[in-house]
């Protein structure tokens, strides 16, 4: 599938080789320009990491354009990847909110904000925070269980105080 439209083409110039990227790229631009009538958006080729993102203003005084990286909905990327293309395209647009865009095969184009700082934990924090929640969901479920029994008592004992009074 070919487009005409000289966004597109020169889209195409830029020397990314990941058409998929391209393509998605193109219509989130499309999105951007003619639904949300955002103001400046512009292309831009991150090399290194072969893939073309926007830059656009949602307002026409807007001090600072946001980042915006499209990735096909029917596509994986890995979180240490997002963080290495979210440092290097910040690092080029200082001031800028980094946002993610999922593209599905519908056009339809799902915007996520990620803050800086994004970060993978370590395997000890992970597991730690796991067994964490393990810990205090058996806590709850033994709660849970218990707490029919408890109340039937607290019942049965009020009863006895008041029938001896």
Not at 23 to 43: G, S
Not at 110 to 129: D, M, N
Request: with cysteine.
């Amino acid at each position: 599938m070919e487009f005409e439209h000289s966004a597109f083409q020169e889209m195409l110039s830029l020397g990314c080789t990941n058409k998929k990227n391209v393509i998605a790229t193109f219509q989130a631009y499309l999105n951007l320009c003619e639904e949300r009538k955002f103001w400046d958006v512009q292309f831009h080729n991150l090399k290194n990491e072969n893939i073309v993102y926007l830059t656009a203003k949602e307002k026409k005084n807007d001090p600072y354009c946001n980042l915006y990286l499209i990735i096909p909905s029917k596509e994986s990327i890995n979180l240490g990847k997002l963080c290495s293309i979210q440092k290097q395209m910040c690092e080029l647009h200082p001031h800028s909110e980094f946002k993610v865009i999922l593209k599905d095969p519908d056009s339809t184009c799902t915007q996520y904000k990620l803050t800086k700082g994004l970060s993978i934990l370590s395997l000890e924090v992970a597991k730690e925070r796991k067994l964490s929640m393990e810990k205090h969901n058996y806590l709850q479920n033994e709660f849970n269980k218990m707490k029919q029994d408890l109340y039937t008592e607290v019942k049965h004992k009020l009863y006895e105080n008041n029938s001896l009074q």
